[in-house]
Nanobody, 125 residues
Framework: QLLLVESGGGLVQPGGSLRLSCEAS????????IGWFRQAPGKEREGVAC????????NYGDSVKGRFTISTDNANDMVHLQMNSLEPEDTAIYYC??????????????????WGRGTQVTVSS
């Protein structure tokens, strides 16, 4: 069964950290890419980070490079997004997505066919 379920969102102060998790059942292996996207009110969806289903070749959006890290836990069908040095501009709903892609993955939302329901991240003092 193909299933994507996000968790770990919440409220954090600027400069703080959060770790998002995505249960990505059925998407292991290099045939799939798993990505994190976000959408803030009034803004277009933005690609944040992606990685192959086997944990290879991570790719990051320019706005999060050096602050966010994507990783896989293949034993548990999980994909994590560690977010450090959070800024108010990171406030958005974060979505986990999966698509048929060979490494390296890309951050084009149209290349992802499966989406979770999202988790809210709010960065505010």
């Amino acid at each position: 069964q193909l299933l994507l379920v996000e968790s770990g969102g919440g409220l954090v102060q600027p400069g703080g950290s959060l770790r998002l998790s995505c249960e990505a059942s059925g998407f292991a292996g290099d045939n799939f890419a798993i990505g994190w996207f976000r959408q803030a009110p009034g803004k277009e969806r933005e690609g944040v980070a992606c990685i192959s289903g086997s944990g290879l070749s991570p790719n990051y959006g320019d706005s999060v490079k050096g602050r966010f890290t994507i990783s896989t836990d293949n034993a548990n069908d999980m994909v994590h997004l560690q977010m450090n040095s959070l800024e108010p501009e990171d406030t958005a709903i974060y979505y986990c997505a999966a698509g048929l892609q060979s490494p390296p993955c890309n951050l084009l939302g149209s290349h992802y066919d499966y989406w979770g329901r999202g988790t809210q991240v709010t960065v505010s003092s």
